[in-house]
């Protein structure tokens, strides 16, 4: 009865981590958004919040790469998947698409803050 119980138990638990979110794509660092690179996230003045597009495209987005999502990552919280112009995947926060910028050498690094008063560290 006791081993019953247990595996009952077990099976609860392991059904409950099904039902579970999915890890978000980013992380609070220094009070901004970092990716799994550790790296500093950024968004983008020109991007209109919940239009699920990019306008970072071409020549910008080899400046500012952006934070990728496979074809079969989720919604969760506040991020959301937009598809580029491109086809490809891209995760964005509160309706804003989340990048990279190529100049941050290191973790911790924010160059990209208020470049061309357009761009701007992310915040959760």
């Known amino acids: 009865m006791k081993r019953l119980m247990s595996l009952a138990f077990a099976a609860a638990l392991l059904g409950g981590c099904a039902s579970m979110p999915a890890s978000t794509p980013a992380q609070v660092a220094d ?7 550790k ?8 991007d209109a919040s919940g239009s699920g597009k990019s306008v970072c495209n071409g020549p910008c987005a080899a400046n500012w790469p952006p934070l990728m999502a496979s074809a079969t ?9 937009i598809t580029r112009d ?4 891209q995760w964005a926060i509160k309706g804003k698409p989340l990048y990279y910028w190529v100049k941050d050498a290191k973790p911790g690094d924010k160059t990209g803050d ?3 008063g357009v761009w701007r560290v992310a915040r959760p």
Do not use: C, E, H, S
């Open 73 to 81: 990552d989720k919604p969760a919280g506040d991020y959301t998947v």
């Open 31 to 37: 009070g901004v958004l970092v990716g799994p690179t």
């Open 86 to 89: 491109d086809g490809q995947k």
């Open 114 to 116: 208020g470049f061309n």
């Open 39 to 46: 790296m500093t996230l950024y968004t983008f003045d020109r």
